[in-house]
């Protein structure tokens, strides 16, 4: 048997899900180091600091408009939500 995934990498929100489930629905948004540019947070962690981000933290959302715009911090947000999210890797 086949199985189907899909992610939708969304300016705000990226949603993976595979036959009828969703697997993951986390905000497209990075957090960074402003002096080393190192992604600190992704997904709700760094949404969460929206409200009051640290002076040495930099928010930024990798999709515009529908287009990667950030390629690397895009990539590190994938890369970290399936690291963190094992339901996310079919077999």
């Known amino acids: ?3 189907k995934a ?8 990226l949603f993976a899900v595979a036959g009828a489930n969703i697997l993951l629905s ?9 002096v080393t540019g190192q992604v600190l947070y992704y997904g709700a962690r760094a949404e969460g600091l929206l409200a009051a981000p640290p002076r040495n ?5 990798p ?8 390629l690397e911090y895009a990539e590190a947000i994938l890369s970290g939500m399936i690291g963190e ?3 996310l890797v079919l077999e």
């Open 85 to 87: 999210n094992q339901s």
């Open 6 to 13: 899909a992610i939708d990498l969304g300016s705000a929100n």
């Open 26 to 34: 986390e905000p497209s948004a990075v957090a960074l180091d402003r």
């Open 63 to 70: 999709f515009r408009n529908g287009v990667t715009a950030e």
């Open 57 to 61: 933290v930099s928010l930024l959302r």
């Open 1 to 3: 048997m086949q199985k």
